[in-house]
């Protein structure tokens, strides 16, 4: 199981310690960084300001929001990117959901997700294999544009700039269960939000059949400390904001994958406290077990015990989301150990 750095994205300001464990992270031996984006830093400049400053650690988007950019949009930030990198970069993709698509993007979220993802990979691909002119008869993103507003004018176009690697790994963000099918048929792997190795039967059915390479790549909020119910404050933060406010309280794909994973009680609570204002009492809903299950918390010995959980299943990458650089140390170590 190789180790990725999660850094996220960037709260008020840049984290000025970002570089810094992007760097640690290299030296240790951790295989990859991963940003990302929701409605302030972007993922992808960030990234390069971290490959300028390292040399091997390969570098992925965990996740670039799919309605940020066109498809081929996309596709030119990451063949540059590549580029630049010497071929590190890796694309993870994700739709987000529709409070974010239609209030900060202005676009309608799409009517048929599954659709929409596969068309997006659709046109990411032909940009990156270079094989001809890029065209696609979609519904969501049809090249060239044929609707009603248009002049007529478009016609197909070849990428100028010729892709360091046709085949540079396109990585899914995906929580139903159709979509995780789906993604383990179109893409190089799956960037699971949340992930408990104790209740690996709710991906089961989506996960069958995976082919070799397939990645499975899981964040994980990671804290060596010897006080578990205070590391694990800054999990059930996390929690509180993605399951109470990263969604409308009708449609919220993070709440309907925390109740699939056996606490839809506590992530209905959570939802209302949230849309009341009552933010803290949000937080202290979120059971200790959930936030446990899915990060790892505690002593160093708890940790390598919880590690060896993660192993047994199917996940080849696990993306560490780490405030320090004892807790990546630690890791890493346990890692080569196991």
Not at 80 to 90: A, E, N, P, V
Not at 271 to 296: H, N, T, W, Y
Request: with cysteine; proline share 7%.
């Amino acid at each position: 199981m190789r180790l990725g750095l999660a850094l996220g994205y960037w709260g008020r300001g840049p984290n000025p310690d970002h570089v810094q464990l992007a760097q640690e992270a290299e030296r240790l031996g951790y295989d990859s960084v991963w940003t990302a984006e929701a409605w302030g830093s972007d993922a992808f400049t960030a990234l390069t300001w971290i490959a300028a400053r390292t040399s091997r650690i390969r570098l992925g988007t965990a996740v670039a929001q799919m309605a940020a950019r066109t498809p081929t949009a996309t596709a030119m930030h990451a063949l540059t990117l590549d580029h630049l990198s010497g071929g590190r970069m890796m694309l993870g993709l994700g739709l987000s959901g529709p409070q974010v698509v239609e209030g900060w993007y202005g676009r309608p979220f799409p009517r048929s997700p599954l659709t929409a993802t596969r068309e997006y990979v659709d046109v990411i691909r032909q940009v990156l294999r270079r094989e001809g002119p890029v065209a696609l008869d979609g519904r969501f993103h049809g090249l060239p544009y044929d609707g009603p507003d248009g002049t007529g004018l478009g016609k197909p176009l070849k990428p100028i700039t010729h892709p360091l690697r046709a085949e540079l790994p396109v990585l899914l963000g995906a929580e139903g269960p159709k979509n995780i099918a789906q993604t383990t048929r179109i893409a190089d792997g799956w960037l699971p939000l949340y992930w408990s190795p104790t209740r690996t039967d709710v991906y089961e059915a989506s996960l069958t059949g995976l082919r070799e390479g397939f990645m499975v790549a899981p964040m994980v909020r990671a804290t060596v400390c010897d006080d578990v119910a205070e590391g694990l404050l800054p999990v059930k933060a996390m929690l509180g904001f993605y399951i109470g406010g990263m969604g409308h309280t009708s449609r919220n794909f993070h709440a309907d994958l925390m109740a699939r994973m056996g606490f839809e009680e506590a992530a209905r609570r959570i939802q209302q406290l949230f849309a009341e204002g009552r933010k803290e009492e949000a937080v202290r809903a979120v059971p200790d077990a959930f936030a446990d299950e899915i990060s790892l918390v505690g002593p160093r010995e708890r940790i390598a015990e919880r590690l060896e959980l993660w192993r047994k299943g199917p996940v080849t990458d696990l993306l560490v989301l780490a405030p320090d650089p004892h807790t990546l140390r630690v890791l890493a170590e346990l890692n080569t150990v196991g």
